[in-house]
């Protein structure tokens, strides 16, 4: 997808625009991918990451070049994939970051991990991927987000402010954890020009429900799941123009579940 271009007009260039860029983990299903169909969309070039290699029946055709393969669980995947990050930007400017990945872990029955039963090792993976990730992707990406004056979104949930009936204690801790490091990381970034934010998508509709989330329908004042499209919106209005002034933000994007 070829970068947008100015019309021509008296007193105004007709240098193209430069085209903006994204890096999003968490890419190959659910929120993370409807993100990337709302970034490319809107012309954005769309560089994604996740444990998977990238599928050859997907219809991106983008995508095969701009797709990173890494687990955020091991350093020296991470490592490599930060590296690679950069190598792939070629020092170019980036615009967005947004940590999507996560992990949520379930007992051999597929039920919730509780905070008696979850082990040592689960309890480090999890905290990995869903909290050390994200900051450790900002850090090494730190020079491209000031060249971009780029923002940083981290997806939490609405797990992290209540014990959920599905999501595990590790989960909700991390998820808790990241809505505190968004707050930090805002402090820390914005000297840079770098807005962080985040948000908290409550019961969305994606092929990895849970079974019985329909049963919390009840609970939702506006009645009904949310879409993977609207939490990619919310996502997409972060990294705006329009939200250049927001940051240090947590937005629940759950039909008003938490109220």
Same mark, same amino acid.
């Given at each position: 997808?070829?970068?947008?271009?100015?019309?021509?007009?008296?007193?105004?260039?007709?240098?193209?625009?430069?085209?903006?860029?994204? &890096?999003?983990? %968490?890419?190959?299903?659910?929120?993370?991918?409807?993100?990337?169909?709302?970034?490319?969309?809107?012309?954005?070039?769309? &560089?994604?990451?996740?444990?998977?290699?990238?599928?050859?029946?997907?219809?991106?055709?983008?995508? /095969?070049?701009?797709?990173?393969?890494?687990?955020?669980?091991?350093?020296?995947?991470?490592?490599?994939?930060?590296?690679?990050?950069?190598?792939?930007?070629?020092?170019?400017?980036?615009?967005?970051?947004?940590?999507?990945?996560? &992990?949520? /872990?379930?007992?051999?029955?597929?039920?919730?991990?509780?905070? &008696?039963?979850?082990?040592?090792?689960?309890?480090?993976?999890?905290?990995?991927?869903?909290?050390?990730?994200?900051?450790?992707?900002?850090?090494?990406?730190?020079?491209?987000?000031?060249?971009?004056?780029? %923002?940083?979104?981290?997806?939490?949930?609405?797990?992290?402010?209540?014990?959920?009936?599905?999501?595990?204690?590790?989960?909700?801790?991390?998820?808790?954890?990241?809505?505190?490091?968004?707050?930090?990381?805002?402090?820390?970034?914005?000297?840079?020009?770098?807005?962080?934010?985040?948000?908290? /998508?409550?019961?969305?509709?994606?092929?990895?429900?849970?079974?019985?989330?329909?049963?919390?329908?009840?609970?939702?004042?506006?009645?009904?799941?949310?879409? /993977?499209?609207?939490?990619?919106?919310?996502?997409?209005?972060?990294?705006?123009?329009?939200?250049?002034?927001?940051?240090?933000?947590?937005?629940?994007?759950?039909? %008003?579940?938490?109220?």
């Amino acid at each position: 997808m070829g970068a947008s271009s100015v019309a021509a007009s008296p007193g105004r260039s007709s240098e193209p625009e430069e085209r903006k860029t994204v &890096i999003l983990t %968490g890419a190959s299903r659910g929120i993370g991918h409807a993100t990337v169909k709302r970034f490319s969309s809107a012309g954005w070039r769309v &560089i994604t990451c996740s444990r998977q290699s990238f599928p050859e029946d997907c219809p991106w055709s983008s995508g /095969p070049e701009d797709h990173i393969q890494i687990d955020l669980s091991d350093d020296d995947s991470l490592a490599a994939g930060i590296a690679e990050m950069r190598n792939r930007l070629g020092g170019a400017a980036l615009h967005a970051l947004v940590n999507n990945a996560a &992990i949520s /872990p379930k007992n051999d029955d597929g039920l919730r991990l509780g905070s &008696i039963d979850t082990p040592p090792a689960v309890w480090q993976q999890v905290l990995k991927v869903n909290l050390v990730a994200p900051v450790l992707l900002a850090q090494g990406l730190r020079d491209n987000l000031e060249q971009g004056k780029g %923002g940083i979104v981290n997806v939490t949930s609405i797990a992290g402010s209540r014990v959920h009936k599905f999501a595990g204690s590790a989960y909700a801790c991390s998820k808790a954890a990241l809505a505190t490091l968004t707050r930090e990381m805002a402090s820390d970034f914005g000297r840079f020009g770098i807005k962080v934010n985040a948000i908290a /998508p409550g019961e969305i509709d994606t092929s990895i429900l849970s079974p019985g989330t329909e049963e919390l329908i009840a609970s939702i004042p506006l009645g009904r799941l949310g879409t /993977p499209e609207e939490v990619a919106s919310m996502i997409y209005f972060l990294c705006s123009e329009q939200a250049r002034y927001v940051t240090g933000a947590e937005i629940h994007v759950n039909g %008003g579940q938490h109220v």
